[in-house]
């Protein structure tokens, strides 16, 4: 089965993250003064060929400790979905 | 006898020939190891250079680790041998996991390019070993992911084994608990990000990266 995958690749809470807080920083400027909280990670996108979604799932897991995230600074949402044929 | 040092040279490193450099000055053998051949040609320790391998795509360091030689040097420094990570190599050595924590970027976002003072807090290091205790030594750094994070039980680890063998005298980057370098259990591996062979000549601006130099080679002599 063909599963396309989406990881939300987020800094850890408590990690800083310059690049969240130097746009919260000037959104004032722009006629935002209501904005907080701002972080910036990563989006990545994907197929995966597994034999089914407990597969594909738990390769998925093994990529992002290895390869996708740093779990020292970093922690990953994972979204799977299958790939129906048209 | 002459110590061999390997130099690895990926994809996007910049920092190879002046490691090479360094080390012939200080009284060396040094030559390029390329990234993918699985071997250390039977140096007798390993730089891990500065730079931007692969680019420093998805994270510093990231695409760096899985390289063939990654293979080598992980057996060399598993068996004591001398590894020493400057700059991009320090973030190459902590994705590789033979060295903990990670560097993320600076406090304050901003590229940093200057001269450092650090001091000294360990001696019992491949890096250190011909420095003394509370030695201040100017050696420039050159990064954005400079700032180095590791969790509280790491850190405490870090302190409490004498681990934590460079500090910034004054802080350029957010580092915690201002750490320029560290080593792993064995001391025989070492990630600073401060570049030692850019100081190595007065012409240059400082000689005091000479003395760090000079620790990794004489390491040589006690490790093989």
């Known amino acids: 089965m063909l599963f396309s995958v989406h990881v939300d690749v987020q800094l850890r809470p408590g990690i800083a993250d310059p690049q969240g807080s130097t746009i919260e920083r000037s959104l004032p400027t722009l006629g935002f003064p209501g904005v907080s909280g701002v972080r910036v990670g990563k989006s990545i996108k994907f197929e995966i060929e597994a034999a089914d979604e407990t597969a594909a799932r738990s390769e998925v897991e093994d990529l992002c400790n290895r390869f996708l ?18 | 006898m002459t110590a061999r040092v390997g130099v690895v040279l990926f994809p996007g490193s910049n920092c190879e ?3 090479i450099e360094a080390v012939k000055t200080v009284g060396g053998d040094a030559e390029i190891l390329w990234h993918g051949d ?3 040609n039977g140096v007798d320790a390993v730089v891990v250079p500065g730079g931007f391998a692969h680019g420093d795509y998805l994270r510093p360091g990231a695409i760096a680790r899985f390289s063939p030689v990654m293979e080598a040097v992980q057996r060399f420094a598993g068996e004591g041998g001398p590894v020493v990570g400057i700059c991009n190599g320090f ?18 976002l901003k590229f940093i ?3 450092a003072e650090l ?25 954005f992911e400079g700032n180095y994070t590791c969790s509280p039980e790491t850190l405490a680890e870090l302190q409490g084994n ?26 025989n591996v070492v990630g600073l990000m401060p570049h030692p062979e850019r100081a190595i000549s007065a012409l240059l601006g ?19």
């Open chain 1, 69 to 86: 995230t740093n779990p020292v600074i970093e922690d990953a949402a994972i979204e799977l979905e299958a790939v129906v044929a048209a």
């Open chain 2, 17 to 19: 020939f002046d490691v």
């Open chain 2, 38 to 40: 699985a071997t250390i």
């Open chain 2, 91 to 108: 973030q190459v050595l902590t994705e590789a996991g033979l060295l903990p924590g990670a560097l993320q970027k600076n406090r304050g």
């Open chain 2, 113 to 115: 390019c200057q001269m």
């Open chain 2, 119 to 143: 001091r000294v807090e360990s001696t019992e290091c491949v890096l250190t070993s011909a420095t003394a205790l509370g030695d201040v030594l100017r050696v420039p750094v050159n990064h």
């Open chain 2, 162 to 187: 004498d681990r934590i063998v460079l500090r910034y005298v004054t802080n350029p980057n957010g580092s915690i608990d201002d750490i320029a370098g560290v080593c792993n259990e064995g001391r």
């Open chain 2, 206 to 224: 400082s000689v005091d990266g000479v003395p760090l130099v000079r620790s990794l080679l004489q390491s040589v002599a006690t490790t093989v």
